[in-house]
C-alpha cells in the first residue's frame, strides 16, 4: 500500500493522478502548508526539504520517496505502466517531464508569486520592481506553454503514448489562468489541457484531496488559497 503525503497542488496532484491512473492502491493524508505541517520533524524526516509531495511505499520496507518527478517514475517503474521500457522510449517521456520540472513548475510557480501572492502592501503601490517580476514570469511562463502547444501540433501527446510526461506538465499547465498567463492562440496546448481533464482518473485524482472550487471563480476559495500561501512565502 502506499501512503501519500500531499496537498492541493499540482505537484500534489501529479502523484494522485498518476496513482490513480495506475490503479495502485494507496492512502493520503492531507498536509496543511499553512500552518506548515511540512516543516515539522516527523516530515523532515521522510523528506529533508519540507515540501510535498512525499511517498511512503509500505509494501517496500516503508520506503520514502520525496520530489514529485522521482515519484512518478518510481511509481510507473512499480506499476510498469505509463512509461516506456525501451531506452529511447523511457528517456523522451523522462525529456518531457523534466521540462516540466525544471522549467514549466518553477516558472509558473514564480508567475503565480508575484501575481497572486505578494504582500498587499506592494500590489497596493504597484512598484515597478513587483510589475517587472509579474511580467518577467508571466513571459517566461508564455514561452514554455508555447513549446508544449509546438510540440502537441503533430502529437496526440507529449511522449508517444499517454504517460506520466503528461501527466506532469497538465498538472500545471491547466493553471496558467491563477499565474495570469496569456495563452491566446495556444490551441492545441488548450484542446490537450481539456483532453486529458476529461479522464476519469484525472478527474478523480484531481479531487486528492477533495477541493472546494476553482479559486479563479470562488472568491472563499481564492481568499483561502491566498492566505495560505503567504503564509508559506513569509
Known amino acids: 500500500m502506499i501512503e501519500l503525503l500531499t496537498a492541493a497542488t499540482p505537484n500534489g496532484w501529479k502523484i494522485s493522478i498518476t496513482l490513480e491512473e495506475l490503479g495502485l492502491p494507496y492512502t493520503y493524508k492531507a498536509l496543511d502548508l499553512g500552518k506548515l505541517e511540512q516543516k515539522e520533524d516527523w516530515y523532515l524526516k521522510l523528506n529533508p526539504n519540507g515540501r510535498i509531495p512525499t511517498i511512503i511505499d509500505h509494501d517496500n520496507d516503508d520506503f520514502a ?54 504582500p498587499q502592501h506592494l500590489q497596493d503601490k ?44 497538465w498538472s500545471w499547465a491547466r493553471g496558467y489562468a491563477w499565474g495570469g498567463i496569456d495563452v491566446e492562440g495556444l490551441d492545441n496546448l488548450k484542446r490537450w489541457i481539456d483532453r486529458i481533464g476529461e479522464r476519469p482518473a484525472v478527474q478523480r485524482g484531481f479531487n486528492v484531496p477533495p477541493r472546494k472550487g476553482e479559486p479563479e471563480a470562488n472568491d472563499d476559495v481564492r481568499k483561502k488559497s491566498v492566505e495560505g500561501a503567504r503564509n508559506m512565502l513569509a
Open 65 to 118: 520517496v520525496f520530489e514529485s518527478g522521482a515519484i512518478m517514475i518510481y511509481l510507473a517503474e512499480k506499476a510498469g505502466k505509463l512509461m516506456p521500457s525501451d531506452v529511447k522510449g523511457r528517456s523522451l517521456v523522462i525529456q518531457w517531464l523534466m521540462f516540466q520540472m525544471g522549467g514549466i513548475g518553477p516558472m509558473m510557480g514564480q508567475a503565480n508569486v508575484f501575481y497572486r501572492y505578494a
Open 126 to 169: 504597484k512598484e515597478e520592481a513587483l510589475q517587472w517580476a509579474i511580467d518577467r514570469y508571466q513571459r517566461e511562463s508564455r514561452r514554455l506553454l508555447t513549446v508544449l502547444d509546438t510540440r502537441l501540433e503533430d502529437n496526440e501527446y507529449l511522449a508517444g503514448d499517454y504517460s506520466i510526461a503528461d501527466i506532469a506538465n
